[in-house]
Nanobody
Framework: QVQLVESGGGLVQPGGSLRLSCAAS????????IGWFRQAPGKEREGVSYISSSDGRTYYADSVKGRFTISRDKAKNTVYLQMNSLKPEDTAVYYC???????????????????WGQGIQVTVSS
C-alpha cells in the first residue's frame, strides 16, 4: 500500500523559505516519479515541480522556476521541495503525488498520478 506523507509547511513571511518533505512508503523512488502540486482557495490544482524516477531530471512550473528546488534522498525514500523567496501568491495547500512513470512527460497533469498525500498548508503572509 502506497503512502505519501507531507511535512514542513507553515506560516512564513514574504521573502522567507520553507522546505517541504514527502516521505514515501510502499514504493521506491527508483520506479516512481514524484510531483508537487498546490491548490489555492477557488483555484485549480497546479503542478509545481517534478523529479523523474529514471534519471532524477527535474521540472518546474514557470511561476516557481529559480525559487524552488526539488530533490530526493533514495536512502530515505523522501522527496524535498526547497522553497525560497516565497511570495503571498505561493499560499496554497501543497500535495505530493506519485506515478510509476520513468520520465517527465505530462508531469504537470494531475490525473497521471495514482497516489496522493493528504496535503499541507503553506501560508506566506506578513
Amino acid at each position: 500500500q502506497v503512502q505519501l506523507v507531507e511535512s514542513g509547511g507553515g506560516l512564513v513571511q514574504p521573502g522567507g523559505s520553507l522546505r517541504l518533505s514527502c516521505a514515501a512508503s510502499g514504493l521506491t523512488l527508483d520506479y516512481y516519479g514524484i510531483g508537487w502540486f498546490r491548490q489555492a482557495p477557488g483555484k485549480e490544482r497546479e503542478g509545481v515541480s517534478y523529479i523523474s524516477s529514471s534519471d532524477g531530471r527535474t521540472y518546474y512550473a514557470d511561476s516557481v522556476k529559480g525559487r524552488f528546488t526539488i530533490s530526493r534522498d533514495k536512502a530515505k525514500n523522501t522527496v524535498y521541495l526547497q522553497m525560497n523567496s516565497l511570495k503571498p501568491e505561493d499560499t496554497a495547500v501543497y500535495y505530493c503525488a506519485a506515478r510509476p512513470t520513468p520520465y517527465g512527460t505530462n508531469w504537470f497533469i494531475a490525473v497521471t498520478y495514482g497516489d496522493w498525500g493528504q496535503g499541507i498548508q503553506v501560508t506566506v503572509s506578513s
